[in-house]
Structures are given as structure tokens and as C-alpha cells.
């Protein structure tokens, strides 16, 4: 991925940027941060979710188990052994250095 330098820099120099992915952690609408490695992001929904039911077992589940940006959802095993979901989801969030008026179609 590369592109240009800003206008305030007066040059046409081309600079190579990484491709950055964020890890959003929320419960609903309510976004609960932003983190830079999935890890993190599950580390705080599950401090949450062990302040809000003490010694719950918790598994993460995706949304589409083939695309490994697809959001997953924090899961506690409620009695039978089922897995209900919490309402936390963890949402891989692709931060763009550039505007692509075709990415919104």
C-alpha cells in the first residue's frame, strides 16, 4: 500500500504505510475501546464478564469461522452446557490511509 505525502509537505514523494487493523470491543452499541492486537480486546471483555458473573466460562465464537476478520461474540456456557451469548462482540476494524470512493458501493 503506498501513497502520497501531504500538499503541506511539497513533495510528490510516494511513502509506503502498513496496513493497520484495530480490534473494536463492544457490548451492543456501546463501542468499548480500541486495540491494536485481538488479545487485548478479549482481555477486557472477559475482565467485564468475570466482574459480572464470577467464575464464568467463557468461548469466543465467530461469525464466519473462514474469514479470520469476521467478528466473534463472547459466549458463556450457561447450565446444560449450551453456549448463550453475552452481547460482547469483537469487531476487526480495517483503518484505511486513503479515500476509495468505490468502497462504499
Known amino acids: 500500500m503506498q501513497t502520497h505525502c501531504t500538499a503541506w509537505e511539497k513533495t510528490d514523494k510516494v511513502i509506503a504505510l502498513p496496513e493497520v487493523t484495530v480490534y473494536r470491543p463492544s457490548h451492543g452499541a456501546l463501542p468499548l475501546g480500541h486495540y491494536s492486537n485481538p488479545e487485548a480486546a478479549r482481555a477486557h471483555v472477559t475482565a467485564l464478564l468475570r466482574r459480572e458473573e464470577l467464575g464464568a466460562l467463557l468461548v469466543w465464537l465467530a461469525d464466519d469461522l473462514d474469514d479470520p476478520l469476521s467478528p466473534v461474540e463472547a459466549h458463556r456456557f450457561a447450565r446444560g452446557g449450551v453456549p448463550q451469548p ?16 468505490t468502497a462504499d458501493e
Open 86 to 101: 453475552t452481547g460482547y462482540v469483537i469487531t476487526p476494524v480495517f483503518i484505511a490511509d486513503h479515500y476509495a470512493p
